[in-house]
């Protein structure tokens, strides 16, 4: 796991903003520092040279998330496939 970023509040639309450090792609799971999931990426605002992230949050109490750091995996879950598609007729 590499840290890629802080977060920074809960928004009234009660998306979590992420404060980046790193690169993050868009469905990419962020984690606290036990490995818990903390949040989703939604979409990516801000400036290109300082980003934040817009998040999904995956807990129930996101406000004691607040301030502090969040990580994620080295490969990406957005860009995996799903194994079972749907057959054509």
């Known amino acids: 796991m590499q840290e890629v970023g802080e977060v ?3 928004a009234n639309s009660g998306r979590v903003i992420v404060r980046l450090l790193k690169k993050v ?3 990419q799971i962020l984690f606290d520092t036990k490995s818990g999931k903390v949040a989703k990426v939604t ?3 801000g400036p290109v040279a300082k980003p934040y992230a817009s998040a999904i949050p995956l807990t129930k109490n996101i406000t004691r998330y607040t301030g502090k750091k969040v990580f ?3 490969d990406s879950p957005a860009k995996k496939y799903k194994k ?3 057959k054509k007729r």
């Open 25 to 27: 792609e868009e469905g």
């Open 84 to 86: 079972f598609r749907r």
């Open 8 to 10: 920074l509040h809960l």
């Open 43 to 45: 979409e990516m605002i």
């Open 72 to 74: 994620a995996l080295a």
